[in-house]
T-cell receptor, first 125, second 109 residues
């Protein structure tokens, strides 16, 4: 079945680095743009980044720009998020999500239709 | 950055009642990129509505979405106990930056 599984979470000190992975299965990974979304404890959802299916375009939220890098390995069906210079405010559950385009050339619609279960990052000294 | 503002913050209703959730954008956005998501405690978000008004696969028809421009609405026509959750609207469009609303918590009395 269609599935996304995140891994790589853990506890890291401020200023440290961590790399998250998101393993995709059950669909043609290279056909889809992919997002990272995070959720701080007890708070709402925050969009983090998107990478296009061909990996040639990547966009970031201002809060992570210059510190986080999104990448993908299409032959390995895996999405990554390299997080550097981590701060306490980066503490959150991190989700990967598939960005699906549906419709026709007359009108496309988009949505995050498949989500992983999330992986938890805690930035603390 | 496009800001999405959801209201009310919390909605407390009885089973069978109608719930109306609002999502207002700080500037006009394309309906094609407006989605609604449901999140229950300890779970990942689940897609309910995409393109502002299309129901995702497997979503009961008591859920409906409407709106355009800067004003969007999620309606639950007859609340069921399992609809207790937080609901988020989301947009990602031409600005290449995504945003979520802060969420509306729906409580079933």
């Amino acid at each position: 079945q269609v599935q996304l599984v995140e891994s790589g979470g853990g506890v890291v000190q401020p200023g440290g680095s961590l790399r998250l992975s998101c393993a995709a299965s059950g669909f043609i990974f290279s056909d889809f743009d992919m997002h990272w979304v995070r959720q701080p404890p007890g708070k709402g959802l925050q969009w983090v980044a998107i990478i296009r299916y061909h990996a040639n375009s990547k966009y970031y939220a201002d809060s992570v720009k210059g510190r986080f890098t999104v990448s993908r390995d299409n032959p390995k069906n895996t999405l990554y998020l390299q997080m550097d210079s981590l701060r306490a405010e980066d503490t959150a559950v991190y989700y990967c999500a598939r960005w699906r385009r549906s419709g026709t050339i007359l009108g496309y619609q988009y949505a995050m239709d498949v989500w992983g279960q999330g992986t938890t990052i805690s930035v603390s000294s | 950055e496009i800001v999405l503002t959801q209201s009310p913050g919390t909605l407390s209703l009885s089973p069978g009642e109608r719930a109306t959730l609002s999502c207002r954008a700080s500037q006009s956005i394309s309906s094609s990129y407006l989605g609604w998501y449901q999140q229950k405690p300890g779970q990942a978000p689940r897609l309910l509505i995409y393109g502002a008004s299309s129901r995702a696969a497997g979503i009961p028809d008591r859920f409906s979405g409407s709106g355009s421009g800067t004003a969007f609405t999620l309606t639950i026509s007859s609340l069921a106990p399992e609809d207790s959750a937080v609901y988020f609207c989301h947009q990602y469009g031409n600005s290449n930056e995504g945003t979520f609303g802060q969420g509306t918590k729906v409580e079933i009395k």
